[in-house]
């Protein structure tokens, strides 16, 4: 099924407004970030279901699961690779405790990457990122590697994740940044005061993670019914007052939907995709019920007077 797409940054990617994202199908309970049981049948069938239906690219790091994701992709994508661009991470390396820290020195990412070429089955990556910024290892050496693997092959091009518009500075001289991924949602808006205006003018292009806050912005979310070791039941918004103030704004925005005949999750991702600076929004998908959705923001276009009215309901939140 054809779907409308958009350049990212100065690549020849042309991707779909939506993505797959998979740090919800990596869960695992050694994982910190558990989002609870995962059965790995489902998370196949869902990529499987959004590649059918159109969606072009995917979003994946080794730090989901400590490489579960990946591996769960590449079954995914057997007999597949040509149909989609696969977007992964690197710099993310789990510690002896459990948790994680950030290693981007060269020797570690030419390890790195080979780890998630055989997890993805693959030969090449389209777009490789630095997960998060390593405070020990200056950017000019790391991204000298990431030039050096796309001369090999290895990787088509080059982007970053959560990094500040001064290292963006930093590495524009030594060849353009096709994307920078960031959190961005109707109830994280950080990045609309710098790293956006910065991207826009300099040509690159932004996907955002937390689409959906994690599942904070989903129509049938209950923190009642989530797996007692889900990671969400201690995420900040679970906490009080903030989830009765956020549970209120569900349901203003819900009638705002609703209205349209739309769903909450639609109107959420339409308002990222009204942004001029995003090219694309990742939405997390667990089964194919999930996949079959995940379009279905992408075509609402908001008139003035809609914009108006989620921003007017949005004053609840800022305030």
Same mark, same amino acid.
């Given at each position: 099924?054809?779907q409308i797409?958009?350049?990212?940054?100065?690549s020849?990617?042309?991707?779909?407004?939506?993505?797959?994202g998979?740090?919800?199908?990596?869960?695992?309970?050694?994982w910190?970030?558990?989002?609870?049981? %995962?059965?790995?049948n489902?998370a196949?069938?869902?990529?499987?279901?959004?590649? !059918?239906?159109?969606?072009?690219?995917?979003d994946?790091?080794?730090?989901?699961?400590?490489?579960?994701?990946e591996?769960i992709?590449g079954?995914?994508?057997?007999?597949?690779?040509?149909?989609?661009?696969?977007?992964?991470?690197?710099?993310?390396?789990?510690?002896?405790?459990?948790?994680? /820290?950030?290693?981007?020195r060269?020797?570690?990412?030419r390890?790195?990457?080979?780890?998630?070429?055989?997890?993805?089955?693959? !030969?090449?990556?389209?777009?490789?990122q630095?997960?998060?910024?390593d405070?020990h290892t200056?950017?000019?050496?790391?991204?000298?590697?990431m030039?050096?693997l796309? %001369?090999?092959?290895?990787?088509? /091009?080059?982007g970053?994740?959560?990094?500040?518009?001064?290292?963006?500075?930093?590495?524009?001289?030594?060849?353009?940044i096709?994307?920078n991924?960031? %959190?961005y949602?109707?109830l994280?808006?950080?990045?609309?005061q710098?790293?956006l205006?910065?991207?826009?003018?300099?040509?690159i292009?932004?996907?955002?993670?937390?689409?959906l @806050?994690?599942?904070?912005?989903? !129509?049938?979310f209950n923190?009642?019914?989530?797996?007692?070791?889900?990671?969400?039941r201690k995420?900040?918004?679970?906490r009080?007052p903030?989830?009765a103030?956020l549970?209120?704004?569900?349901?203003?925005?819900?009638?705002? @939907?609703y209205?349209?005949n739309?769903?909450l999750?639609?109107?959420?991702?339409?308002?990222?995709l009204?942004?001029? @600076?995003?090219?694309?929004?990742i939405?997390?998908?667990?089964?194919?019920?999930?996949?079959e959705?995940?379009?279905?923001?992408?075509n609402?276009?908001?008139?003035?007077?809609?914009?108006a009215?989620?921003?007017k309901a949005?004053?609840?939140?800022?305030?």
């Amino acid at each position: 099924m054809q779907q409308i797409t958009r350049r990212l940054g100065q690549s020849d990617l042309y991707i779909t407004k939506v993505g797959i994202g998979t740090a919800p199908i990596g869960s695992t309970p050694e994982w910190s970030v558990n989002w609870g049981p %995962q059965d790995e049948n489902e998370a196949v069938r869902a990529i499987e279901v959004a590649i !059918d239906l159109g969606v072009n690219w995917i979003d994946t790091a080794p730090f989901y699961g400590w490489g579960r994701a990946e591996q769960i992709v590449g079954k995914a994508l057997r007999g597949k690779r040509d149909k989609v661009y696969i977007f992964t991470k690197c710099g993310t390396l789990r510690n002896e405790q459990g948790g994680w /820290y950030e290693n981007l020195r060269p020797e570690s990412l030419r390890r790195e990457v080979e780890a998630s070429l055989r997890n993805l089955q693959t !030969d090449y990556i389209d777009l490789y990122q630095f997960h998060d910024p390593d405070p020990h290892t200056p950017i000019e050496e790391s991204w000298a590697t990431m030039k050096a693997l796309i %001369q090999e092959g290895k990787v088509r /091009y080059g982007g970053l994740s959560n990094h500040t518009i001064e290292l963006m500075e930093r590495v524009l001289p030594l060849g353009p940044i096709t994307s920078n991924q960031h %959190q961005y949602n109707l109830l994280h808006r950080d990045i609309e005061q710098d790293v956006l205006p910065f991207s826009q003018k300099h040509g690159i292009g932004v996907l955002t993670w937390a689409s959906l @806050a994690s599942g904070f912005l989903v !129509d049938t979310f209950n923190l009642d019914d989530l797996d007692p070791q889900d990671f969400r039941r201690k995420h900040p918004y679970a906490r009080q007052p903030t989830y009765a103030k956020l549970k209120q704004l569900r349901a203003n925005l819900r009638t705002i @939907a609703y209205g349209h005949n739309r769903k909450l999750f639609e109107l959420a991702i339409a308002w990222i995709l009204a942004q001029p @600076a995003v090219t694309g929004a990742i939405v997390g998908i667990r089964n194919a019920r999930e996949a079959e959705q995940m379009l279905t923001g992408s075509n609402w276009i908001f008139t003035e007077e809609e914009r108006a009215e989620i921003e007017k309901a949005l004053t609840l939140w800022e305030s």
